[in-house]
């Protein structure tokens, strides 16, 4: 069998867009999450330094999220550090959220053994790993959450 001869998916066209490559057609699919802190303190983290180029790395990084209208400017009080790491093409754009995640109230959701999703997949003909295009940005937020999720682009503050 080949590739043209395998049998379209229907549920796959329904979140094409998750598939795609420019970030402009991703959409949020999911429902909306919501972020609970223990705290009323602003979470704020100073941005460390960065060459140059990682810089410019970040700022048209941001530009094109702005565009694409997945992040937008903030006022928030609360914000984390942005970085960038190098990828064999490209990099990686990261949020440092680990002070805002200490103050996450954590819940509890029950999770399926691996070995037992293996267990089920026994005789299964397909086997197929999907990468979500910006899957972080697939999440619509509660309103009153947004704040939380303030990073610092090099000379701005946004939210996702």
């Not at 094109?64 to 992040?71: C, N, P, Q, R, T």
Request: glycine content about 4%.
């Amino acid at each position: 069998m080949t590739i043209k001869n395998i049998p379209s998916i229907p549920c796959f066209y329904d979140i094409k867009q998750s598939f795609s490559r420019n970030c402009r057609h991703a959409y949020h699919l999911h429902g909306e999450h919501q972020i609970d802190i223990d705290t009323n303190e602003a979470i704020f983290r100073r941005q460390w330094r960065q060459s140059l180029a990682q810089e410019k790395v970040i700022t048209d990084w941001a530009k094109e999220m702005l565009a694409a209208g997945l992040i937008r400017p903030s006022t928030s009080p609360h914000g984390a550090p942005t970085f960038c790491v190098k990828k064999p093409v490209g990099w990686r754009i990261v949020h440092d959220y680990r002070a805002p995640n200490s103050h996450t109230v954590r819940r509890t959701l029950p999770m399926p053994r691996k070995d037992k999703i293996v267990d089920k997949m026994q005789g299964s003909f397909w086997f197929s790993c999907m990468d979500l295009l910006s899957g972080y940005y697939q999440f619509r937020l509660r309103d009153t959450d947004i704040p939380l999720t303030a990073f610092q682009n090099p000379m701005v503050l946004m939210n996702t």
